[in-house]
């Protein structure tokens, strides 16, 4: 095989293998954007159009692991089983960001894929209005493979016909049906020459199985479920899943009755394996109220008063580390030997450190570590976590053994201004002592005064290290963040803004709050929060991304559609809560912005069920 990935073989192309389609990959935000509002920062990826008369000759570049993972199993099956290309399925960049829990999932899409491998090669688009956009059916004539997408905020039904439309050859037997993807289910047995409607949901992907043979996936009957592990010679795993409150009845099929113990959450239930049905009943209270819905349309307001505290509390809420950064803050800590060791390879790596790309430099004790701002002209804020009480503040921008080579990067403006505040409505302005070029900046601080924010602008844009000090004793900073591209409010002060005020009766697991800006507002020229009462939370993440400080590549910036994310806690249930969108100076106000509460992953309870052999 020949793999060419942008490069000119001139009269010998017509023998190269694969070429990269579009000549795009797909690190998202970097080279593939969202090119509407959604749920997600991968509808971008999702809404890719099949390749020219199907062919697989072709290289996608695989699904990107190192940036904005949510919903990375919606992009791999359609790279595995609606595109599936030469080199499908393919993976690149770090898959070791992924959440242990993930792996799993991304098992299963490959084994899937390798056990079917030899079918998966001859493919059918399907009609656009009767199964959505770029559908396909891929298989023989007795098993088909269909892959379905929805690239709208609604949930979409597609009616699936059991025929030689999809490509299944007319038999007497049964058509078996199975939903493998969001969830996998045991849907039914239908005559050949029928039909069934299948739901899927917004953004979102769904690959359904259809097969007039013998299915030897292992499943359950009576609920969604996924299989954890099906390793052969080992115990059979599946996590069972249904919304809180509720109860099922399940059964194993009669193929799977080899078993010797079955246990859900340690429980032993050999009916199950004897072909009886089982009660499982989920945990949790059962909510009124559907998981993903429309909240509202905001309306236009004038400037509220408080505007610049909407403001802070986004920037606050946000970083701009590098996007590998915060794909892996997304995860959490790992307990796999082989994951941990990766992640350190990476992040530990000189090339990574020097390039000064992760907040946690300022507050690390080093002065050869440094946050550096890739743009000019914007401020740097700490959140200290909490309020805290200081004496001093100090500003450590280089060590003063260290040769100059850039005196611009570590030197202040001449009308830098240095802010606190506690609550992000009043500010108080320090005098930052040495300021201009040199190696540290300190201000003295009242005592008993309670700070939370810190805010600089005209800062150097490369700083080593923030601490600060009472009684001489030196401060802990685990819990301090710290951001440096976002601009300052009284360069760009709120001018067009738009409001939805509403109240939450109950919140389900996972859920987060999704203002879609729909329309053009220009270039980081509309900034969204919510008012709580009289707190302000601020969106801690938005497609496309906001401005980071890039390992590879600069991330996208956008003029129109931005759609800001916002994670709900129980404790907003039934609070007074207000969305506030802030078309800023300079911005366009060509929007119509409305607001979707959603959920990420689907908020199931789980109950594990354990096959056992011996």
């Known amino acids: 095989m020949i793999l060419n990935h942008r490069v000119n073989f001139g009269a010998a192309q017509p023998v190269v293998t694969t070429s990269l389609w579009e ?17 997600h920062h991968r509808a971008g990826a999702l809404a890719r159009e099949l390749t020219p008369g199907l062919t697989r000759r072709l290289e996608d570049h695989g699904v990107c692991l190192s940036s904005c993972l949510d919903f990375w199993e919606d992009e791999l099956v359609l790279q595995a089983f609606n595109r599936s290309l030469l080199l499908s399925p393919s993976i690149y960049g770090n898959p070791w960001f992924l959440r242990d829990d993930e792996f799993p999932k991304l098992a299963r899409i490959f084994n899937l894929h390798r056990r079917f491998k030899d079918i998966l090669v001859e493919a059918i688009a399907l009609p656009e209005d009767q199964y959505g956009p770029f559908a396909v059916s891929r298989g023989n004539s007795r098993t088909r493979f269909i892959s379905l997408r929805n690239l709208t905020w609604n949930t979409r039904t597609y009616r699936i016909q059991l025929d030689e439309s999809i490509g299944l050859k007319k038999n007497k037997k049964d058509v078996s049906v199975r939903q493998l993807f969001p969830s996998e289910r045991i849907l039914d ?38 299989i954890v592990r099906d390793t052969p010679g080992q115990a059979v795993i599946f996590k069972l899943l249904g919304m809180p409150g509720s109860t099922v009845k399940i059964q194993l099929p009669t193929e799977y009755r080899k078993f010797t113990t079955a246990r859900i959450d340690g429980v032993q239930m050999n009916g199950l394996i004897r072909g009886k049905e089982i009660k499982v009943n ?13 909240i509202g349309v905001l309306q236009p307001c004038k400037v509220p008063a408080d505007a610049e505290a909407l403001f802070e509390a986004t920037c606050f809420a946000a970083d701009n580390n590098a996007l590998e950064v915060r794909a892996v803050q997304r995860s959490g800590p790992s307990r796999i030997p082989q994951v941990i060791a990766s992640r350190d390879a990476f992040f530990n790596k000189k090339m990574f ?51 100059d080579l850039n005196p611009a990067l570590h030197t202040f ?42 805010r600089i602008h005209g800062a150097p844009q490369r700083i080593a290290e923030i601490e600060a000090y009472l009684k001489k004793k030196k401060l802990e900073r685990s819990k301090w963040r710290a951001s440096n591209l976002f601009h300052s409010y009284k360069d760009r002060p709120a001018v067009s803004p738009w409001s939805l005020p509403f109240r939450l009766k109950e ?16 270039n980081e020229g509309a900034y969204a929060a919510l008012r709580l009462d009289d707190r302000y939370i601020g969106a801690s993440d938005r497609s496309v991304s906001f401005p980071s400080n890039t390992w ?6 956008a003029e129109k559609d931005y759609t800001y994310y916002f994670p709900l806690e129980p404790e907003m249930t039934g609070k ?26 689907i908020p199931y309870e789980s109950r594990e069920l354990i096959l056992y052999t011996k």
């Open 23 to 39: 000549g795009v990959e797909t690190y998202i935000d970097v080279f593939m954007p969202n090119d509407r509002t959604a749920t």
């Open 189 to 226: 047995y239908f005559q050949w020459g029928n039909s069934l409607e299948v739901e899927v949901l917004p953004f979102r992907t769904s690959l359904i199985l259809a097969s007039t043979r013998k299915i030897d996936e292992y499943g359950i009957r009576g609920c969604d479920y996924e």
């Open 282 to 294: 989920f945990p949790g209270k059962a909510n009124e109220e559907s998981w993903h819905r429309k």
């Open 353 to 403: 450190i020097n390039r000064g790309i992760w907040d946690k430099n300022l507050f690390d004790a080093n002065l050869n570590t440094f946050f550096i701002a890739r743009l000019d002209k914007r401020a740097v804020r700490v959140d200290f976590g909490e309020t805290i009480f200081m004496d001093k503040l100090v500003i450590r921008m280089r060590d003063r053994e260290e040769h």
């Open 413 to 454: 403006d001449e009308d830098t201004e240095t802010q606190v505040s506690a609550d992000l409505k009043t500010w108080t302005t320090l005098e930052l002592g040495c300021r201009g070029k040199g190696t540290i900046a300190l201000a003295t601080v009242p005592s008993d005064f309670p700070i939370r924010y810190l």
């Open 507 to 522: 919140i389900h697991k996972n859920s987060y709050l999704a203002v879609a800006i729909n329309g053009h507002h220009g």
């Open 552 to 557: 590879e590549y600069f991330n996208v910036e």
């Open 576 to 601: 007074n809560l207000e969305i506030v969108v802030l078309i800023l100076q300079d911005g366009l106000n060509e929007i119509k912005p409305e607001a979707w509460i959603t959920a990420y992953p």
